[in-house]
């Protein structure tokens, strides 16, 4: 039996790497989780891929809004002036909160998908005894705690280069610029690889592959 799911999964991935189409590629991942969802009875993929879209769907509303504020954003850089009263003032920065709301929302909704993404990707691994899917999910979990080792790392080297640009201009500038770079460098690369190995592991998922009904599986 072919499983639409392990083309639309890899293909979803891959186009994540092409320019101007990536921005589809959630999209299309997400209804390859829901395809396996539905084909193993597994709820968490199928909220895997339901949580994909809604991350995309607020994404784009969420980018869209940005483009709207840009004006109410310039006004609050600005003094209060007779043709703009305080009172608009008010108003735009009531509009900005509402705006930095949706951002926490949004956040909050994107990390329960990448938990969601990361158990997935570990139970189809289980499902399909597809050492791909387990590489998948720990390389995201690698990413995350990298990303989350960097930031302070930024942050230090941020500073440092602050100071080493009026004190000491030269190679200590340079190495300084290195230093910030490096742990996105790395970051970037572990979750290329993660990438990497979602799409080997939806293109190797077999063609006639037997899955348990045990209910002692499921999550």
Do not use: C
Not at 85 to 112: C, D, K, R, W, Y
């Amino acid at each position: 039996m072919t499983k639409s799911y392990k083309w639309v999964g890899g293909i979803g991935y891959l186009l994540s790497f092409i320019p101007y189409v990536n921005v589809v590629a959630l999209i299309v991942a997400a209804i390859a989780w829901i395809l396996m969802g539905r084909d193993t009875r597994e709820k968490i993929f199928t909220a895997t891929g339901i949580l994909m879209i809604i991350t995309f769907a607020l994404g784009v509303s969420f980018f869209a809004l940005i483009l709207a504020m840009l004006p109410s954003l310039a006004l609050l850089t600005s003094e209060p002036t007779t043709s703009r009263p305080p009172l608009q003032f008010f108003e735009n920065l009531s509009h900005l909160t509402g705006f930095a709301i949706m951002g926490l929302i949004l956040a909050g909704i994107a990390i329960v998908e990448a938990i969601l993404e990361i158990i997935s990707h570990f139970r189809a691994g289980k499902i399909f005894d597809n050492t791909w899917f387990k590489l998948a999910g720990w390389f995201r979990i690698f990413s995350i705690v990298a990303a989350a080792i960097s930031i302070p790392l930024i942050i230090m080297s941020a500073a440092n280069l602050a100071v080493l640009a009026t004190t000491a201009p030269g190679p200590s500038v340079f190495a300084s610029i290195l230093s910030l770079f490096w742990p996105i460098i790395i970051v970037a690369i572990i979750a290329l690889l993660s990438t990497i190995f979602s799409i080997v592991a939806f293109f190797t998922i077999p063609e006639a592959e037997e899955l348990s009904q045990n209910p002692e599986t499921s999550i």
